[in-house]
């Protein structure tokens, strides 16, 4: 089986969406801190500094795109095996043939949320990290190791 990868939405400068869970602030980080890290368990709210699991800092907005990715990809995967077991199964056979019409099983439509480009950007010293805030805002903990970047 083939690797598959989950898309978010993301604004125009690609960046996504995030909420912490405790002070229900906003924030958008850049994609690009997902590829360049190897794997991110848990980030810093930049405002509230306080540290989660990343899964808690997801929008409902992007968890539904996620669950309705989900569901196809298993859909997919689904279809991939009844397809060779049936193969499998009637293969040889001279009185029963197997032909597998296109998208058997009924894929949901993936609603992306909309990213407005609604925050400022800006640079996280310590990591070297691009994230947007609030254009009040002036400083915020860092995302990834939690100091403050005044």
Known sequence: MDNKNLNVSCDSDFFTRFQC??????????NSFFINEEVVYNICCPYCGITNKIEEFMTEENLKEFQSELENMAIEVIEE???????????GSK????????????????????????????????CDINIKIDSYRKE?????????NE
């Open 21 to 30: 869970p405790y002070c229900n602030s906003e924030f958008k980080i850049e």
């Open 81 to 91: 095996l009844f397809e060779k077991t049936l193969n499998n199964a009637f293969k």
């Open 95 to 126: 009185f029963i043939t197997f032909e597998k019409k296109k998208n058997t099983f009924k894929k949901k439509k993936v609603d992306k949320a909309v990213t407005p480009d609604d925050m400022h950007e800006i640079n996280i010293k310590c």
């Open 140 to 148: 915020a903990f860092c995302i990834k190791c939690g100091e403050s």
